[in-house]
């Protein structure tokens, strides 16, 4: 016995150059709050074994009359 489902499937085959021009339109026809929590997302997939290692604090100790550049 089948269910109806509540949404269509929709399948198109495209090119790299359609599919490019695709993600472009899906991209600019979304609020900036989805678009940005999609891009968090991708980037957590794509780093995640940077995100379980802790991070390295640096921490530097001068004086005022240490000779130092500036721009390093």
């Known amino acids: 016995m089948e269910s109806q489902r509540k949404i269509e499937k929709v399948v198109r085959k495209l090119s790299f150059a ?3 021009e695709a993600d ?16 968090e997302q991708m980037r957590k997939n794509i ?3 940077e995100y379980k290692q802790k991070r390295k604090k640096i921490i530097r ?8 550049d500036d721009f390093e």
Do not use: C, N, P, T
């Open 61 to 68: 100790r001068s004086k005022l009359k240490d000779d130092r």
């Open 47 to 49: 780093w995640s074994e």
């Open 24 to 39: 472009v339109e899906y991209y600019s026809s979304i609020d900036w709050k989805e678009s940005a929590a999609i891009v």
């Open 18 to 20: 359609e599919a490019e």
